[in-house]
């Protein structure tokens, strides 16, 4: 079973920045492809980014492309997501997500889970 524990969210104003971090434990961090989701009240989980094991291979979403960036440190059983030029509409819950397959941005193919941490940008 893998645990997923994420921190670094709150509140930041437009245009600012938050680093988001997911502690991994449970399984060795380099078999596990990791992903960032998030949930704005009254939507769909969507897809933001994932990297795969090694991290050599990155996916963005459209709506984050150039301002967010996914990294992970497997020494460290760690992945973040920096976010920069925030906006208002990056407001939701932020959920890291790893699974032990290929590299994808459904959140259906993913098997773990975190319990979220909330980003909230105001305009």
């Known amino acids: 079973q893998v645990q997923l524990v994420e921190s670094g969210g709150g509140l930041v104003q437009s245009g600012g920045s938050l680093r988001l971090s997911c502690a991994a434990s449970?399984?060795?961090?380099?078999?596990?492809?990791m992903a960032w989701f998030r949930q704005a009240p009254g939507k769909e989980r969507e897809f933001v980014a994932a990297?795969?094991?090694?991290?050599?291979?990155?996916v963005y979403a459209d709506s984050v492309k150039g301002r967010f960036t996914i990294s992970r440190d497997n020494a460290k059983n760690t992945v973040y997501l920096q976010m920069n030029s925030l906006k208002p509409e990056d407001t939701a819950v932020y959920y890291c997500?790893?699974?032990?397959?290929?590299?994808?941005?459904?959140?259906?193919?993913?098997?773990?889970w975190g319990q979220g941490t909330q980003v909230t940008v105001s305009s």
């Open positions: 990297t795969s094991k090694t991290g050599s291979i990155t």
């Open positions: 997500a790893a699974d032990l397959q290929t590299i994808s941005q459904l959140f259906r193919n993913y098997d773990y």
């Open positions: 449970g399984r060795t961090f380099s078999t596990l492809v």
